[in-house]
Structure formats: structure tokens, C-alpha cells
Nanobody
Framework: QVQLVESGGGSVQAGGSLRLSCTASGATFSNYGMGWFRHPPGKEREFVAAISRSGLSTPYADSVKGRFTISRDIPKNTVYLQMNSLKPEDTAVYYC?????????????????WGQGTQVTVSS
């Protein structure tokens, strides 16, 4: 059983930056592919970014490509989402997820464990 705890959310003005962290416990972190999803107000949950078990595959949603960067620190059991040039449309609850699949990609059903979410609010 994997427990995931997100942190780093908050309120920021458009153009600003935030770094989200997701720390895993309860299993060998390096055995999991990881992903970030978000749930904007009034919309469906959507894929943001993922990182494969090896770290070599890092797909991004088109809406965040070039602005967001996903990375992982194996010794710290932590995956990060660096968010730059934030826009009001990035406002959402952001969720970290872990997958037993080596390259989990964009599909939520590929992920086995989810964190509780952290709120990101971007004001114009």
C-alpha cells in the first residue's frame, strides 16, 4: 500500500511559480511510475504530467508543456511538479498518483494510488 502526501499548493498571481511535492511511503518508490492530475472548478479531472519508473519518459498535457516540469528524487521518495508562468486557468486541486505500470502515461485508470490533493489558485 502506497501513501501519497502532496504539499506546496497555495495562491499566486498570474506569471508566478509554485513547486508541488508529493512524498510517498509504504512501498519502494522506485517501483512506481508517477503522475500529476488536476481538477479545475466545474470541470473534469485532467492529466497534467507523468514520469516513468526510469524517469526517461515525461509526457505533458499540451496546456502545460514548456511551463511545467515533472521530476523525481528517488532517495527522498518524492516527485515534484515545478510550475512556472502560471495562468488563472491553472487553478485547480492538484493530485499526485502512483502506478505499478512502468510507463503509466495519461490515463487515470493506469494509476493505483492517489494523494489527497493540494489547492493551487492563480489570480489575474
Amino acid at each position: 500500500q502506497v501513501q501519497l502526501v502532496e504539499s506546496g499548493g497555495g495562491s499566486v498571481q498570474a506569471g508566478g511559480s509554485l513547486r508541488l511535492s508529493c512524498t510517498a511511503s509504504g512501498a519502494t518508490f522506485s517501483n512506481y511510475g508517477m503522475g500529476w492530475f488536476r481538477h479545475p472548478p466545474g470541470k473534469e479531472r485532467e492529466f497534467v504530467a507523468a514520469i516513468s519508473r526510469s524517469g526517461l519518459s515525461t509526457p505533458y498535457a499540451d496546456s502545460v508543456k514548456g511551463r511545467f516540469t515533472i521530476s523525481r528524487d528517488i532517495p527522498k521518495n518524492t516527485v515534484y511538479l515545478q510550475m512556472n508562468s502560471l495562468k488563472p486557468e491553472d487553478t485547480a486541486v492538484y493530485y499526485c498518483a502512483a502506478s505499478r505500470t512502468a510507463v503509466p502515461g495519461r490515463t487515470p485508470s493506469n494509476y493505483n494510488y492517489w494523494g489527497q490533493g493540494t489547492q493551487v489558485t492563480v489570480s489575474s
